[in-house]
């Protein structure tokens, strides 16, 4: 087991309560696929698992570790949402950033680290971007820019907010089958944000369900239903089962508002 | 940064170096009594063994008493506003930040303004008065922003407007009251900066505050970094944002403190020059801290060369970093627009 949160609560204002008594684990080579309407909390829950907000109740554990606020653990790989950088900083810099925290006050960054970086671009086939400032990237390769300083340490747990957010369909399928392919080979846990059940269902093992007064996880196609999706988007859908490739894939549609 | 940058670094680190000799060498031997070169090698090698002639003695006085200080607490100054003016601007996230921007410069300036005030000028007093001042500006801005959890840089910079604004008036305020025949022309030309009357005891106040920012920021610059890609990637990349500022925020104030007691306020440089270095190096913090450092003091020392070189009567060198600084930057942010 990599990551287990038991009994988080949070609220930002006293009395009114975000999210609560949050249960759930997730093993290695698993993927949770984290949803919920606007507003709802989704981005706060990833920010209380990752540490940046404090649990007001309760607490995370990964790999037997308690998270606390303002330690930050080196064992997660936190992907924010593809955001402008204030300075040019070329793509080999940016993934090297990832090892700049967790050294030392005495260490810097050398060539070693650099040679990693240039490694993991290549893995990602984005190695061809290394040089360039990150403020020339499009919003998606910059995304890959910041999974790749993610993976730089080696994480145990990759915490995704949203990667498919500004990415055109064909971009998406390659990013979700990037995530897929890291997860299982390095058998790590993995928590992705996202608006899109079509994609939950694609790659999620897990599907954690968030609404305001509840909440729903477990496997994704227990989760996943019509029914559910009319609770907590407010919406009709109509789902539909066929074959690819030996796999049943499960697609939804969405009518209208309930 | 690329193999070629990488090496572009260490090109530049090394030129910047040999600068550095070549241009505190030539600021020994140039000036209104100047010393030619095999001079300067017959009093090396003759103070060793006490026989300097009469004439060699006025040289050597010259030299050891009033240059070589001098050229000393410039690339002292020179280095340690620029390589604030780096840090600020990489913690705030934004190029246009300079060393002052927390309020130390006018505090430093309010210690000193009191130390002239109050003691004349003489002495110890009016150093460590201002040296203290500049400290308490940053705890002060530390006091209004709070120690919370999840503070906005805005708030930071609030704080420092506030704090310097406070201060700015004091100053105006001892002006008001100080005798204008003596010292409210001494605190004017304070305030103008220079190191005309530069000695020993400047260095041995300012050494201790100026290296220990610039070392404790040479050792954070990586987490520089870090910082200037905003609080959240911070936390998830390893370093508590909160506490790394002001950290950074505490040897900047050191370094900007112990340049502003000896000198008086000398603007621009901590802005201009990380400017010019990123040209050269980029924009790593990694890299561009150490370089800023170099250049800072290589450009304060030539500076300051021309400041008493110029004319017969010196001109204060606030002003003339200020007369070089300011249209280079307006070239600079042409420029930019123009590329944008």
Redesign the interface.
């Known amino acids: 087991m990599i990551l287990e949160v038991h009994n988080g609560c949070f609220e930002y204002f006293s009395g009114r309560p975000i999210l609560k008594n949050i249960m759930f684990h997730l093993d290695g080579g698993q993927i949770m696929a984290v949803m919920g309407r606007n507003g709802i909390g989704k981005t706060t829950l990833i920010k209380c698992i990752v540490g940046i907000l404090p649990w007001n109740e309760g607490f995370s554990m990964i790999e037997e570790v308690r998270s606390q606020v303002n330690k930050p653990i080196k064992g997660i790989g936190y992907v924010p949402q593809a955001h402008k950088v204030s300075f040019a900083y070329s793509v080999r810099d940016m993934v090297v950033f990832g090892k700049a925290g967790h050294q030392t006050y005495l260490a810097a960054p050398g060539k070693n680290d650099y040679a990693l970086a240039d490694d993991i671009l290549d893995k990602m086939g984005i190695y061809d971007l290394r040089n360039q400032s990150c403020n020339e990237l499009s919003g998606g390769q910059l995304q890959l820019v910041f999974i790749a300083r993610a993976l730089i340490n080696s994480p145990r747990l990759l915490v995704l907010d949203e990667p498919e957010a500004h990415l055109d369909f064909r971009n998406q399928i390659r990013l979700l089958n990037l995530i897929k392919n890291v997860v299982l080979e390095n058998k790590i846990a993995c928590i992705i944000n996202t608006h899109y059940p079509n994609h939950a269902m694609r790659i999620a093992d897990k599907c954690f369900l968030l609404g305001e007064h509840d909440y729903r996880v477990g496997c994704t196609a227990q989760v996943m239903t019509e029914e559910n999706i009319r609770t907590y988007f407010g919406v009709h859908s109509y789902s539909h089962q066929f074959q690819y490739n030996g796999e049943t894939i499960t697609t939804f549609a969405f009518l209208d508002e309930v | 940064?690329?193999k070629e940058?990488n090496n572009q670094y260490n090109n530049v680190t090394i030129f910047l170096f040999l600068l550095l000799i070549i241009i505190s060498i030539f600021a020994l031997l140039v000036g209104q009594y100047s010393v030619s070169l095999s001079d300067l090698f017959d009093i090396i090698t003759k103070k060793t063994d006490q026989t300097l002639g009469n004439t060699l003695e006025t040289a050597e006085h010259v030299l050891f008493q009033v240059r070589i200080p001098r050229i000393i607490l410039a690339g002292l100054v020179g280095a340690g506003l620029s390589i604030s003016g780096a840090a600020l601007q990489?913690t705030f996230?934004?190029?246009l930040v300079s060393p002052d921007l927390l309020g130390v410069c006018s505090g430093a300036g309010f210690g000193a303004a009191l130390g002239i005030l109050l003691g004349n000028g003489s002495g110890l007093f009016t150093p460590v008065l201002s040296l203290a001042f500049g400290l308490i500006s940053v705890f002060l801005v530390y006091f209004f922003t709070g120690t919370k959890?999840h503070i906005n840089i805005l708030y930071v910079i609030l704080g420092g407007i506030i704090v310097s604004s406070i201060f700015t008036a004091l100053i105006s305020l001892i002006k008001y009251v100080a005798d204008s025949a003596q010292t409210l022309p001494a605190i004017t030309f304070w305030q103008m900066g220079s190191f005309a009357n530069a000695t020993y005891h400047d260095i041995k106040i300012s050494f201790i505050p100026v290296v220990t920012g610039i070392v404790g920021l040479i050792?954070?610059?990586?987490?520089i970094?870090?910082l200037?890609?905003?609080d959240?990637?911070?936390?998830?990349?390893?370093?508590?944002p909160?506490?790394t500022r002001w950290l950074i925020i505490l040897f900047t104030a050191l370094t900007t403190a112990g340049c502003v007691t000896v000198s008086g306020v000398i603007g621009w440089v901590g802005l201009v020059i990380p400017h010019i270095c990123r040209k050269f190096v980029?924009?790593?913090h990694?890299y561009l801290l150490p370089t800023s450092c170099l250049a800072g003091a290589v450009f304060m020392i030539l500076v300051d060369t021309a400041a008493r070189n110029f004319t017969a009567a010196e001109i204060p060198i606030g002003i003339l970093t200020a007369l070089i600084g300011a249209p280079f930057f307006a070239v600079i942010y042409r420029k930019g627009t123009e590329t944008r």
Do not use: H
């Open positions: 940064m690329n940058r990489g996230q934004n190029p959890n050792l954070l610059r990586w987490k970094n870090l200037s890609l905003g959240e990637d911070c936390y998830t990349l390893g370093i508590n909160n506490s980029g924009v790593n990694g």
